[in-house]
């Protein structure tokens, strides 16, 4: 499987009073900056049969960004295995669910996604920490897990906007 991690782009600062945590959006400035990443995010993936969103409105609306770019995601799933807290196990038991797909987008959020690459690539500590609207591709078979996991690439959401701008061939 080739698993694509991304954290959910630049949300409303937590501890706002105008949003309870749960339901901070993201910025425009957050929505401009994953559009924009999201065309370099187009040309460097394979597309992948569904997108297994956090239900967090900053999550969502990073999915959905994600979604339009990519034009041709079957489905776009909300589950509670990526809420904020997600342990490790839990986002390999959704994954299972999802053993036929050959390409998988899951979005959610720090420190849970790093924590979660890190378990997969066989660490017991967090290894780097994804950036607001970061990706990276982790190719793994579901009948191995921790350390079975291979780290193709990691993606700053400045290098998928450079990505975009790139001329094709």
């Known amino acids: ?13 937590r501890g706002s009073s105008d949003y309870p945590n749960d339901d901070r959006p993201l910025t425009r400035e957050g929505i401009r900056r994953m559009k924009r990443a ?9 597309r992948p049969q569904v997108i297994l969103t956090s239900p967090m409105k900053r999550a969502y609306q990073t ?3 994600a979604a339009c770019a990519l034009k041709s995601v079957r489905r776009l799933a909300v589950v509670t295995e990526l809420l904020p807290g997600a342990r490790p196990k839990e986002i390999v038991r959704l994954l299972f669910e999802h053993k036929d797909c050959a390409s998988l987008l899951i979005v959610g959020h720090e420190p ?5 690459i890190s378990y997969l690539l066989g660490s017991r500590k967090g290894v780097f ?5 970061g990706l990276c591709r982790v190719d793994l078979s579901l009948g191995k897990t921790r350390g079975k996991a291979e780290l193709v ?7 998928l906007s450079m990505l975009a701008a ?4």
């Open 166 to 169: 790139r001329p094709s061939k």
């Open 129 to 133: 920490l994804l950036k607001k609207g």
């Open 153 to 159: 690439w990691y993606l700053t959401p400045k290098l």
């Open 38 to 46: 999201s065309k370099g995010l187009r040309r460097i993936i394979e």
């Open 112 to 116: 849970d996604l790093s924590l979660f």
């Open 63 to 65: 999915a959905e960004i």
């Open 1 to 13: 499987m080739k698993l694509h991690i991304l954290r959910h782009a630049i949300a409303v600062e």
